[in-house]
């Protein structure tokens, strides 16, 4: 890409906490507007951009200027950096993604699920279940989570509806197929997810948190949870792009999974051990969050 061209990958010399930016429209002698992954948007006098470097392939590459966000002048507010996220997350929780305070009130209830799920949902056990026909026991055990779930994960109204979908469910079979299909496999599939998603639908369940809280469980490694109103503000001040739409949809989630992947490289240095530690740093980006006392 030509220098000076809108969409073309700099750093600053002198600025290197700012990262990777992008200029957002052709240069002038006058300016530079450039949106910068670590401090935002800059207008810069022609001068101040004698220290632009620009720079391509590795060197260029970044996730949030991949999937930029850029809302409407005074629509959303003011963005809040990885940076800060940080620091706000080490003043409500001491010790960060592994101290004492964290482990209280976030870590332990999610390791407690996350135990259980992998012992209720074992290859050996759902696939024998398949194998026999015992299609009903699949959702009961599809069930068992939901309920045992505790902190709104996910959340009560989702709980009932679920627990009054199974009480009359008519399609057993096609469930426990699609429902397998979707927890099992380390990596996620989109035929996977659309059969999942369908059944959920069926089911009248179709809620990211129940679609998302099985995987994100089984798999911490790797699967994220999508809790919709904190996700969606985070991603908003992050300035980072999730395509969220409230219906189920493979786009949503796939974006989803880039977000975390993003945000699990940017906090290294906290040393999360899975995608619930960078769940748990999420929380501390939305600007609704509070925190615990």
Known sequence: MQKGKKGSRVRHATKTEWGVGQLLEDANS???????????????????????????????????????YLPAQGKSRPMRTIA?????????????????????????????????ARQWYSPDGLQSA????????????????VKCSDNNLP????????????????????????????????????????????ELDHMG????????????????EVDVLIKPTNLANAAEVARFEINYRPELNWLTYSTVMTFYGYVKQQIADLQP????????FIWCIDPEYGGMD
């Open 84 to 116: 800060e996220a940080k620091a706000r997350l080490l003043e409500i929780y001491p010790g960060g993604l592994h101290g004492q305070k964290m482990k209280d009130h976030e870590r332990d209830y999610k390791d407690r699920l996350s135990a259980l």
């Open 205 to 220: 369940c179709a809620k990211w948190p129940l679609l998302t809280a099985y995987r994100f469980l089984l798999h911490p």
């Open 130 to 145: 398949l194998t026999e026909g015992r299609y009903a026991d699949v959702v009961q055990l599809a069930y068992q989570l």
């Open 273 to 280: 051990r899975d995608m619930i530690d960078v769940q748990n």
């Open 155 to 198: 959340a009560t109204f989702e709980k009932m509806a679920f627990a009054d979908a199974v009480k009359d469910h008519s399609r057993p079979k096609a469930f426990a197929e699609a429902f397998c299909a979707w927890v099992l496999p380390e990596q996620p599939s989109q035929e996977a997810f659309d059969a999942f998603a369908q």
């Open 30 to 68: 006058q300016s530079f507007h450039v949106f910068f992954e670590g401090a935002g948007e800059k207008f810069l006098t022609a001068t101040a951009a004698d220290k632009l470097i620009w720079v391509n392939g590795a060197e260029a590459q970044s996730a949030l200027l991949d999937n930029l």
